[in-house]
């Protein structure tokens, strides 16, 4: 309902300032509505952040580029990607945080996507499998993974990418005990792990070599 | 899962408001068992309060201790220097746990308040003291392979937090420090914040409603600083325990000065043994001592047809630990 009060101006504003403009804006409405006995409480809802309800515009930053999506508060960053942004490169496999196959970076970080409400990544930095390569240059991990064959099924292989990435950007993949052991939240039932750890390793070892 | 309304909040204080003004609100930090079971309708809170951005991550000797922000995420803190080297139980108890994107996720706030893994508890179709007081708990027949053998009761033998990093801030006398709406604060020992099971194995710990976890301090010692953490699974790596102990020994000349000693995956909730330390203080860090410790602790364990093993796994389990830290 506040958000029928307060339209979203049309250039993106910072957040500090759209809070502001809420708080004045609230101010004068519930001040005038609100009878004496609930002056305190007028008072605190005064100093409160703006609350979403229904369908809202989100702004998203993907693969560098914005997106905006309709949606819920409780659409998951997954389902906002897959159903309504047309990136079905990343996979919902158990959709509650024990498979990994929705393995996204949220501000460099991995996630999983399924249990992210997308609303909470506004203004954050998003990558997908679609934006590792660049053009027609796949990334090195993905390079790895085809030439040592990482997968059989394919479908936790987005995931199981974007966990390797990340993995050996922390710094976790320097032997193969501890790179098996930063890879275990990215099941894969075909049992390709052999195959999925050299990749890592692979691309680990270049890097460290510079 | 269940249509909610949304509202980031930006400061403690504006968050434990909006949940004295709507009682029925409930916060999301990490998201990471909050999504899970409200997928599994098994909660559906109508708004949710996002704690994320509150300025709450710093990590940072204080006075009473190491003092860790309750938005602080279970992987910078499992791999902060401060606790690598102060608190190594601390460390392993928070990398051994979930998996790194979870890790990267979960806060330290909510990893304390996760919900049990009993089959019965995450499956609406059967009854449940913890989900449906007063309607019965068929794990006391059931499956309770995974579930508790002490401070058990006849409503519940859940593990009633499955985790970690509790049962390590359990074993070194971590204080927690809660907020109320008024913008009041006090400061509650992790002993003392889970209750028991008892007749009323819904109330799972002492938190008043709307009051949140701002903080976790835990306080400096040798026992600290030589302690361990030990995690037995099913597999070796992504699973919760079967058995865990968090021990921490200040041994000189052969001799232990002071041990604390807390498992995990066996009690209705984090199991602080001083039963066990009693038995090791001021006695020589030998096997003999050890396993006299681990009798101790398991001496009032109530197991269950499937969970009986765990009363030697843990014991076993504990005897490693200590033999660890003792060198």
Not at chain 1, 177 to 194: K, V
Not at chain 2, 38 to 49: E, I
Request: with cysteine; net charge neutral.
């Amino acid at each position: 309902m506040q958000e029928d009060l307060f339209p979203a101006s049309d250039a993106p504003q910072p957040a500090d300032d759209s809070r502001r403009t809420f708080m004045k804006q609230a101010g004068g409405i519930f001040g005038f509505a609100l009878a004496a006995p609930l002056a305190g409480q007028a008072e605190r809802l005064t100093a409160y952040s703006k609350t979403t309800t229904g369908v809202t515009t989100l702004t998203l930053r993907i693969n560098g580029q914005p997106r905006t999506v309709q949606a819920e508060p409780r659409v998951t960053l997954l389902d906002a990607l897959r159903e309504r942004l047309d990136l079905t490169g990343t996979k919902k496999g158990c959709d509650h945080g024990q498979c990994g196959a929705c393995t996204v970076l949220v501000d460099g970080q991995r996630v999983n996507s399924c249990l992210t409400l997308a609303i909470t990544t506004q203004g954050k930095e998003i990558t997908t499998i679609e934006g590792l390569a660049q053009g027609e240059a796949l990334h090195p991990m993905q390079e790895a993974f085809l030439k040592h064959d990482g997968f059989q099924c394919g479908y936790c292989t987005p995931g199981q990418i974007m966990s390797g990435v990340a993995c050996v950007k922390e710094g976790h993949a320097t032997t193969d005990d501890q790179a098996r052991e930063w890879m275990s939240g990215n099941l894969c039932r075909c049992g390709a792990y052999a195959n999925i750890l050299a990749a890592v390793r692979e691309v680990a070892t270049q890097q460290a070599k510079g | 899962m269940n249509d909610f309304s949304y509202t980031a909040a930006a400061t403690a204080k504006e968050a434990t408001g909006l949940l004295k003004d709507q009682p029925t609100a409930t916060y999301l930090a990490g998201g990471t068992t909050l999504l899970d079971l409200m997928k599994a309708n098994l909660l559906a809170p109508p708004h949710l309060v996002d704690v994320n951005p509150l300025p709450l991550t710093a990590i940072e000797q204080t006075p009473d201790g190491l003092r860790i922000g309750a938005m602080a995420r279970m992987s910078a803190v499992g791999e902060h220097p401060l606790v690598v080297q102060g608190y190594p139980a601390v460390s392993k108890s928070l990398l051994l746990a979930a998996s790194p994107q979870l890790r990267n996720m979960a806060s330290i706030g909510g990893n304390l308040l996760q919900r049990t893994r009993c089959g019965y508890f995450r499956d609406a179709a059967f009854p449940c003291n913890k989900r449906v007081p007063g309607s019965g708990c068929p794990a006391l027949e059931g499956d309770n392979h995974n579930l508790a053998v002490l401070g058990v009761s006849e409503s519940c033998i859940a593990t009633a937090y499955p985790g970690d990093l509790a049962v390590a801030l359990a074993a070194l006398d971590a204080v927690l420090t809660l907020e109320n709406a008024k913008g009041k604060q006090r400061r509650v020992p992790i002993t003392e914040f889970y209750l028991l099971p008892g007749r009323t194995p819904h109330k799972e710990n002492v938190l008043e409603p709307g009051e949140l976890i701002v903080a976790v301090t835990i306080p400096q010692a040798a026992h600290a600083q030589r302690s361990t953490y030990l995690k037995v699974r099913e597999r070796s790596s992504y699973a919760y325990a079967l058995a865990s102990a968090a021990v921490g020994l200040d041994v000189q000349g052969g001799t232990i000065r002071t041990a604390r000693v807390a498992l995990g995956g066996v009690g209705a909730q984090p199991w602080r043994s001083r039963e066990a330390e009693k038995v090791l203080t001021g006695q020589p860090a030998t096997e003999a001592t050890f396993r006299a410790a681990a009798a101790a602790a398991l001496r009032e364990a109530q197991p269950r047809k499937e969970n009986a093993y765990k009363v030697d796994l843990v014991q076993n389990t504990l005897v490693r630990a200590l033999q660890e830290v003792a060198g």
